[in-house]
């Protein structure tokens, strides 16, 4: 678990195309994503990832991600190391709330959340704009 350098853009964006993140959201800038992103790696191997938006009093986590195909036991442990490591990280910055979506589809994971702690907020749509040149 570690904060991902710049030079680790490419592996999260195939990480996210791997999820089903539609590609046309991944045509950014890679190479500028340090200090806001998460990855979990296993011999250096990017398995997961999420990223952290600070602000205050409400900082986000979101776009948390792992590879396809990995283990049960290494998606929980990814799951939850990046939850917490980036509401650590949060935190240190002065946020008292993280807030982040979880697709509808995944009923069975909101339950966990439930059990752990986190409460369902307003419910809507995400928007997705790009408002930077290129």
């Not at 240190?92 to 009923?107: D, H, I, M, P, T």
């Not at 369902?120 to 704009?129: E, L, S």
């Amino acid at each position: 678990m570690r904060v991902a350098k710049n030079e680790a853009g490419g592996e999260i964006v195939k990480l996210l195309i791997a999820n089903k993140v539609p590609a046309q959201m991944t045509y950014c800038n890679w190479g500028d994503i340090f200090p806001y992103w998460l990855i979990a790696t296993i011999d250096d191997e990017v398995v997961g990832c999420i990223q952290t938006v600070p602000g205050k009093p409400y900082g986000y986590l979101d776009f948390l991600y792992v590879k396809p195909g990995v283990t049960i036991k290494v998606r929980a442990v990814a799951v939850k190391k990046l939850l917490l490591t980036g509401a650590a990280q949060l935190r240190a910055l002065g946020c008292e709330y993280a807030l982040g979506f979880v697709e509808n589809s995944l009923k069975p994971y909101k339950q966990v959340l439930r059990n752990n702690g986190v409460m369902i907020g307003p419910q809507g749509n995400c928007i997705v704009k790009k408002v930077s040149e290129g």
